[in-house]
């Protein structure tokens, strides 16, 4: 049975989501799991299928990263193996992966978790790991008003009430820029990623409170003119709006609505508008991650 909140929760955001991976040459495809002092905890996850173990690739294995996905030929190889040479990769072969920030974490290394024993990040589910879980099997991230859940296949896997959380960031070192990490208030951290950059950027809004979802009475009279004039358009099974205030003061508004279209099962509408109802345009980091 898929996961339902319970009366009186609102669910205010639930997304694809799974532990980060490794983007770097040296780390490429590969996550590691540590405790404080970096020493690998992986073997003393109860419950847990064994993994593929983790290294840091040395050089020739970078070198082999570099030619095999170096999308821009002879210049992008033998640029990633200078920056290698001269201290680790930072240069992407693949596009949309923004500046490096954390190299010890993102180059010499590339944990996920980040927990002594007895840390909440140390309970997080085992089938979060791409490589462990089951072909075909998808894990979410469910933020509600009470509660920060993990959902696999429709069955909750872990939960910690709200409060628990200390704080959450974007990681732009990453493909898509995709990637988020979670501080508890016990200090332990994991590393996530969802599956577009949107989603990242609204999850990690919601957390820190810089996104902010809305009901219509807290809307100016102009705001509701637009959205119920833009309602009346949508059919009657397009599901409530969720209207959502953005770092830059504007509001966006959202329908989802049954696939029209074969083997489409939902699709969404949306608009942004300002305090008139007026059309507007969102500004880096209200939607889509800035460019720094």
């Not at 980040?114 to 879980?133: K, N």
């Not at 508890?184 to 590393?191: C, E, K, N, Y």
Request: hydrophobic share 35%.
């Amino acid at each position: 049975m898929n996961w339902q909140p319970q009366s009186g929760e609102e669910t205010l955001a639930r997304f694809p989501a799974s532990f980060a991976t490794g983007t770097a040459a040296s780390v490429a495809g590969r996550r590691s799991f540590r405790d404080r002092r970096r020493n690998d905890i992986e073997t003393e996850l109860s419950g847990w299928p064994e993994g593929n173990a983790f290294a840091v690739r040395r050089l020739p294995g970078r070198i082999g990263v570099h030619v095999r996905t170096a999308t821009s030929g002879l210049f992008a190889v033998v640029g990633g193996i200078l920056s290698d040479l001269l201290g680790g990769s930072t240069i992407d072969p693949e596009s949309g992966r923004g500046k490096l920030e954390d190299r010890e974490n993102e180059v010499d290394d590339f944990p996920v978790m980040w927990a002594d024993a007895g840390d909440i990040a140390r309970t997080l589910p085992w089938q979060l790991d791409p490589s462990r879980r089951p072909h075909g099997y998808v894990t979410e991230v469910v933020l509600t008003t009470r509660r920060l859940l993990i959902v696999g296949s429709g069955e909750v896997l872990w939960e910690t009430p709200a409060e628990r959380i200390a704080s959450a960031s974007f990681k732009r070192f990453s493909i898509g820029r995709r990637d988020f990490q979670i501080t508890f208030q016990d200090g332990s951290w994991a590393r996530l990623t969802t599956n577009a950059s949107p989603c990242t950027v609204e999850l990690v809004g919601l957390l820190s409170g810089s996104h902010r979802r809305l009901s219509e009475a807290e809307l100016s009279p102009a705001q509701r003119e637009r959205l119920s004039g833009f309602a009346s358009s949508l059919p009657a099974d397009a599901a409530r709006s969720v209207i959502t205030k953005l770092p830059s003061g504007l509001v966006r508004v959202q329908f989802t609505l049954p696939g029209r279209q074969k083997g489409i099962i939902s699709e969404t509408q949306s608009f942004v508008m300002d305090d008139a109802g007026k059309d507007a345009t969102p500004v880096p980091g209200d939607i889509e991650p800035s460019k720094a």
